[in-house]
């Protein structure tokens, strides 16, 4: 068993890595092409612009990869930015394409409270799948300006109140998008990515 985790350039990946390592799961850093269809999961972490990101996923072929090892059935897991990049377009800085995974838009947080949203903040399940099994505490740590808008019910899995209510995670079949960042989310993090890991 090996986990991929997704690298286009962009996002801190070396702690995404270093927290599966340290549950005691294979994680390498990847850009290649053959990694990803050879690896049991796929992480799709990142930090910064959705259109910088998605130009260097798809100059380097691993949009492409990427859906089609969904297709298989590989357990898909987008974290932050790489959540973002699930959902049809981001409406950041002009409108992009995602990776059209998941029905949805990306939108810049329209509040009067300070943006970036930054810090813990509380999960409100929608549904539960195996990714938050045994997960008491439901606080996760945010840093992030923009959030998913117009997605189905269906697949929502959590939401947050910042302002107002946002989507915080989303699942469809075998693909999970998470807003917050497990990796700096304490022990209750850690058990989320573990969570993930035994996702057959």
């Known amino acids: 068993m090996m986990i991929a985790i997704v690298d286009y350039g962009m996002g801190n990946l070396r702690s995404v890595q270093k927290a599966f390592e340290y549950l005691g799961y294979d994680a390498a850093i990847t850009d290649q092409t053959k990694s990803l269809a050879e690896a049991s999961h796929i992480v ?30 590989k357990p898909f897991l987008g974290i932050c930015l ?32 300070k943006i970036p949203h930054i810090g813990w903040n509380t999960l409100f399940y929608n549904k539960r799948t195996q990714l938050f099994n045994g997960i008491e505490d439901n606080n996760f740590y945010f840093v992030h300006s923009y959030h998913a808008a117009k997605v189905a019910k269906e697949d929502v899995e959590t939401t947050c109140v910042y302002g107002y209510e946002f989507v915080s995670s989303v699942n469809r079949d075998n693909v999970w998008g998470v807003q917050f960042h497990p990796e700096k989310s304490g022990d209750t993090g850690l058990r989320l990515l573990k969570n993930f890991g035994e996702i057959k």
């Open 44 to 73: 799709l972490p990142g930090v910064g612009a959705f259109r910088d990101a998605i130009a260097a996923l798809k100059q380097k072929g691993l949009d492409e990869v990427i859906k089609k090892e969904v297709a298989k059935g």
């Open 82 to 113: 790489g959540m973002q990049m699930l959902f049809d377009k981001s409406l950041e800085d002009g409108e992009y394409e995602g990776l059209g995974l998941i029905g949805g838009e990306v939108v810049r947080f329209e509040t009067e409270l």
